[in-house]
């Protein structure tokens, strides 16, 4: 504790992660002989790939960083995470932005290559549209591990310019694709567990 915050830098998260109340994977269950219900108590919240934090902390090992998101706070593996520069912070925030309407959509490289799956009401700096594709700015990391922005294409059908119109048919489309999901406690596996089906139920809508 006397050395915190020890640390004090933006960054941006990889790949969708769990955010720990510890830095550590391993589970902590008010009940261990019943592991049948997933209730791990170290799991404070699930976090999409390519969400901004600030990061206070790290460990010794280097291997976890205590970060803020704009939700929640706790543990995130290091590997799951790039610092970013000044330069960086700019170009996501100008704006527009594109909204992800179908829950696991793949983001998916030049190359083919899917490197994420981005969750229902995910939204990403927008470059450029056309009748029926969107060409958006994702976040990569470098061979040093630093940040970089990387131009990808994904069809209409899947995102929409944010915030979507908050209409009676939009908000039904949204809540048809939230239908039937498996609970997650904390967000767990990345599920949903009561709050983040409600943020993500409303953040097309941007709020």
């Excluded at 803020?68 to 799951?80: D, I, K, N, R, V």
């Excluded at 990387?150 to 069809?155: F, G, M, N, S, W």
């Excluded at 939009?170 to 609970?183: F, K």
Aim: with cysteine; charged share 20%.
């Amino acid at each position: 504790l006397a050395s915190s915050p020890q640390e004090g830098f933006p960054a941006i998260t990889l790949r969708n992660t769990d955010l720990r109340v510890l830095p550590t994977s391993d589970a902590h269950l008010s009940n261990p002989d019943n592991c049948t219900l997933p209730f791990d108590n170290m799991q404070n919240s699930g976090v999409a790939a390519n969400t901004p934090i600030f990061v206070t902390q790290v460990t010794r090992d280097k291997k976890w960083v205590l970060s803020e998101t704009h939700y929640a706070m706790g543990w995130l593996p290091a590997s799951h995470i790039a610092p970013v520069t000044a330069n960086f912070v700019k170009e996501w925030e100008r704006g527009p932005y594109a909204v992800i309407t179908k829950d696991k959509t793949p983001i998916v490289s030049e190359a083919g290559k899917v490197i994420f799956k981005a969750p229902l009401g995910s939204f990403f700096p927008k470059i450029q549209e056309d009748n029926t594709s969107m060409q958006l700015l994702i976040a990569v990391a470098d061979n040093e591990g630093k940040a970089f922005s990387q131009k990808v294409l994904i069809t209409k059908e899947r995102a929409a310019s944010k915030p979507l119109p908050l209409t009676p048919a939009n908000m039904a489309s949204i809540a048809n694709e939230l239908m039937n999901e498996p609970y997650g406690w904390g967000g767990l596996d990345q599920k949903r567990d009561c709050s983040s089906t409600l943020m993500d139920l409303f953040a097309p809508f941007g709020i």
